[in-house]
């Protein structure tokens, strides 16, 4: 079974940059679409980010867009999330995505 374990988050001041994880096991990503979502306390998740399996297809919500980069190693079968010019706003656990498999989440804590 599929298995998705996030890391990489932390706590960062305004404008600062961070770098999150997804690391899989128990199957090989390959052939598979991945997203990023984020869930703010007291708000719905939201998707973020997501990357196609070959890598060469990527999309942000409008909230990220040139501040986040996703990215893909399916040798190493991880998937990444840079972000930088981090805001409070960002703030929240965030998840990556397989088909119907979510990982635990990495808690991001931006300070103004």
């Known amino acids: 079974q599929l298995q998705l374990v996030e890391s990489g988050g932390g706590l960062v001041q305004s404008g600062g940059s961070l770098t999150l994880s997804c690391v899989a096991s128990g199957a090989a990503l390959n052939d598979y679409g991945i997203g990023w979502f984020r869930q703010a306390p007291g708000k719905e998740r939201e998707a973020v980010s997501c990357?196609?399996?070959?890598?060469?297809?990527?999309n942000y919500a409008d909230s990220v867009k040139g501040r986040f980069t996703i990215s893909r190693d399916n040798g190493k079968n991880t998937v990444y999330l840079q972000m930088n010019s981090l805001k409070p706003e960002d703030t929240a656990v965030y998840y990556c995505n397989v088909m119907t498999y979510w990982g635990k989440g990495t808690l991001v804590t931006v300070s103004s």
């Open positions: 990357i196609s399996s070959s890598g060469g297809s990527t």
